[in-house]
Structure formats: structure tokens, C-alpha cells
């Protein structure tokens, strides 16, 4: 354990020095890059110096009870000795969970798109109930949201709503938030009091950079229109909304919630670039049996991950099996306690396909 984290506090020595570095502070990129694995390896080594005083304590304990008479001195060290080994243990497995390598996806931002399923008029209601859940976890989070298109139901809700979230780690967290989500409850338009199962299809991309996808611009035909429903004077009479066609896959992208015909087009081509960063990922992924066989990973959009029941006021995640009766507080933006079992069950499996590390 020791050897592995002194090779880790080689990497953060050079860190350190590559940081205050007027050429690296220069290059934006490099440096977001560098400070993010500068934070990264600062925490293993927050744990390194509390590894290294739990076992400095375990030798000078042992060295006392090997060669001290004196009864109290050594009451003293059996006592310390109990204490470090009982801690060690648990530190070790932190340890490891920390020198896992990280998917390298996970520290990007995400787009995040919530697409009524079966259901009708429900489907989309709860589309936006996801919508709202979601927006209350980004604000505790931190995070930031911003709409990148929506088609609104016709009673309420959304048919489909494309959401760009940046902030940290926002990807390694929300991916775990794709798949099919179903909703049990009575609709308002239900007369005879009947539960009814509706769905909403979430999808969770990584956000492209520019130099994550070669985007031929020959291959992109840029449609210009005026934007539809509610707003302000721009409605309906400047040429802002953006419409992308990419020719190859076939793909459409809307954009029409700037004011700015730019600001659109900057948004709708981020969006249109995740779609393609995600296709290329996807088959990556499907080549990688490993992965493929973690359904919390996956990010199988067919598959149905999580329930939530009204009448029994309990949320189901079925991928790990997880039922929390607090349907309230979660469907209120509340998910993190579903993520952090979702993660655990991860690490545990990164863990294992890297027992090479140990």
C-alpha cells in the first residue's frame, strides 16, 4: 500500500510544481485539466498522511510492548495498538477506492434529455416532474442548468426537454440517472380512481469538447427559424431558433431558447456534439464486456432502472433492488442518497477488475 501511494505522491510533487507554472496558468484547458488531478491526487494524500501516522503508531506501540516493563507504559501501548488496528482496516479500503482509476468521463459536464414514454398526457406530466427533480438537485448540488430545447405537453409537462448541467463531477454522478423511469399513480384525468404505469425515457451524455469530436461543418446543414411558443418580442419574428441536420447519422438538434440565433447555434452544435461523443462511447463500451456487465454503468436507455409508486409512496431502484419509502422527498430532488448506493455498487466492481493495483 505504501509503495503504491509514495508513486502517487511523486505524480503530486510534479503536479505541484506544473500548477504555478506562468505557461501552464496560460493555457485555460491544460490548467482546469491539471488543477482537477492536482484536487484529485490531494485528497489520497490527505489519507496518505493519516496511513502513514496509523502505522508509525502500530510500530511504536510494538516496540514498547517488545522491550518496556513497566506495566503502566505498557497498559498504554496495548491500548494504542488496539486503537491503530482497528482503524487500519477501513482506511486501507478507502485507500483503495481512491486508487481506482477514474473513468475520465466522469469529471466532464453532462446533457441531460427527459423524453415522455408510454403513458400520453401523463407520460409528459411526469416528464416534468423529472424535470423539477432534477432541477432541485442540481440548485443543491451546486451545479448549473440551462434549457437547451423543449416541446411542451399538451397538458402540462414536456414531451421532450434537452438540459445542458455543468459544474464538478457532474457526468460521474448523473449517468447513473439513464434508463426508463416509471411512474404508478392516478392521473387528474382519471374518473374512477384506477393507478395507471406511464414512462419517461432519461438519456445522460458527456459533454463534448471540441477536441473530443472532429466536426465536419460540410456535414452539417444549419436551418434558421423563428422560435415557437411563449415569450418575449423575439417570438415569431427574429430568425434565432436553430435547427442542425447532420447528414451522416441522420440526427436533428433544435436550439431555440436564446435570444441569440449564436447563442443557439453554440448550444445546439455542444448538444449535437455529446450525441456523437456518446455513439462513439457507446460502441466502446459494447466492446469492453466488463462494463457491459455492470447494469448501474451501463446507461442502458431501454432498460427500466427505477419505479416510482404514489399510492405506496415508495421509490424502487431496480438495478440494485434499493426501495426507499420517501417518494416526497426524493421526487423533490432528493436522489442523492440512490446515488451514493448506485456509486458504492461501482466502486465495487472497479475494485475488483483492479485487484492488479494491490
Known amino acids: 500500500m505504501i509503495d503504491k501511494l509514495n508513486i502517487v505522491k511523486q505524480r503530486f510533487d510534479e503536479l505541484n510544481d506544473l500548477?504555478?507554472?506562468?505557461?501552464?496558468?496560460?493555457?485555460?484547458?491544460?490548467?482546469?485539466?491539471?488543477?482537477?488531478?492536482?484536487?484529485?491526487?490531494?485528497?489520497?494524500?490527505?489519507?496518505?498522511?493519516?496511513?502513514?501516522?496509523?502505522?508509525?503508531?502500530?510500530?511504536?506501540?510494538?516496540?514498547?510492548?517488545?522491550d518496556e516493563t513497566d506495566p503502566e507504559m505498557l497498559e498504554m501501548a496495548k491500548a494504542e495498538l488496539e486503537e491503530a488496528k482497528d482503524k487500519l482496516p477501513e482506511l486501507e479500503e478507502k485507500i483503495k477506492f481512491m486508487l481506482v482509476p477514474k473513468d475520465p468521463e466522469d469529471a466532464k459536464n453532462c446533457v441531460l434529455e427527459i423524453r415522455a414514454g408510454t403513458g400520453g398526457d401523463e407520460a409528459s406530466i411526469f416528464a416534468g416532474d423529472l424535470y423539477r427533480m432534477y432541477s432541485k438537485y442540481c440548485d443543491s448540488k451546486g451545479w448549473s442548468m440551462s434549457v437547451v430545447d423543449t416541446s411542451d405537453g399538451t397538458s402540462g409537462g414536456f414531451k421532450e426537454i434537452i438540459l445542458e448541467i455543468s459544474g464538478e463531477d457532474v457526468y460521474g454522478t448523473m449517468k447513473f440517472e439513464a434508463g426508463v423511469h416509471r411512474v404508478q399513480r392516478v392521473p387528474q384525468t382519471e374518473t374512477q380512481g384506477r393507478v395507471h404505469t406511464s414512462a419517461a425515457t432519461v438519456m445522460v451524455l458527456p459533454e463534448a469538447e471540441e477536441f473530443d469530436v472532429e466536426l465536419d461543418m460540410t456535414e452539417v446543414r444549419i436551418e434558421r427559424t423563428t422560435s415557437t411558443g411563449p415569450g418575449g418580442q423575439s417570438v415569431n419574428t427574429t430568425y434565432s431558433a436553430i435547427k442542425l441536420h447532420h447528414e451522416p447519422t441522420g440526427m436533428i438538434v433544435s436550439c431555440q431558447d436564446q435570444k441569440s440565433s449564436h447563442k443557439n447555434l453554440e448550444k445546439a452544435l455542444k448538444v449535437l456534439r455529446s450525441r456523437l461523443y456518446e455513439l462513439e462511447l457507446a460502441k466502446k463500451q459494447a466492446a469492453d464486456s466488463e462494463k457491459r456487465k455492470s447494469m448501474v454503468s451501463?446507461?442502458?436507455?431501454?432498460?427500466?432502472?427505477?419505479?416510482?409508486?404514489?399510492?405506496?409512496?415508495?421509490?424502487?431502484?431496480?438495478?440494485?433492488?434499493?426501495?426507499?419509502?420517501?417518494?416526497?422527498?426524493?421526487?423533490?430532488?432528493?436522489?442523492?442518497?440512490?446515488?451514493?448506493?448506485?456509486?458504492?455498487?461501482?466502486?465495487?466492481?472497479?475494485?475488483?477488475?483492479s485487484t492488479d493495483l494491490f
Open 19 to 66: 500548477i504555478i507554472q506562468p505557461d501552464i496558468i496560460s493555457d485555460q484547458k491544460r490548467y482546469v485539466k491539471i488543477n482537477k488531478e492536482y484536487k484529485d491526487l490531494r485528497a489520497i494524500m490527505d489519507q496518505r498522511d493519516i496511513y502513514i501516522s496509523i502505522t508509525n503508531s502500530i510500530a511504536e506501540a510494538e516496540e514498547i510492548l517488545a
Open 298 to 353: 451501463s446507461g442502458d436507455r431501454s432498460a427500466k432502472i427505477r419505479t416510482y409508486n404514489y399510492p405506496q409512496g415508495r421509490v424502487t431502484d431496480h438495478r440494485i433492488g434499493l426501495t426507499l419509502y420517501d417518494l416526497q422527498n426524493i421526487i423533490g430532488g432528493d436522489i442523492q442518497r440512490i446515488i451514493n448506493e448506485l456509486q458504492l455498487v461501482e466502486n465495487t466492481e472497479r475494485l475488483k477488475e
